[in-house]
């Protein structure tokens, strides 16, 4: 399981643009997406510079995961 710190998601659209970009990518489970905790949490092993990219090409910023 990792937690991605976003930042720039103010609402319910936000949120469905992550959890659709996260879910693109083979072997993503998405958990949860929340805007107002500013954080995705997924269940993946694949590289965290794959998840970041993902996150960006949708027009957030990844500022940590853990």
């Not at 990518?25 to 805007?35: L, P, W, Y």
């Amino acid at each position: 399981m990792k937690t991605l710190k976003i930042t720039g998601m103010s609402c319910g659209h936000c949120e469905r643009r992550v959890k659709n970009a996260l879910e693109e990518i083979d072997g993503v489970t998405v958990v949860s997406v929340s805007a107002t905790e500013d954080r995705a949490e997924v269940d993946t092993n694949v590289e965290d510079d794959v998840l970041i990219a993902a996150v960006e090409e949708a027009g957030y910023t990844v500022t940590e995961i853990v």
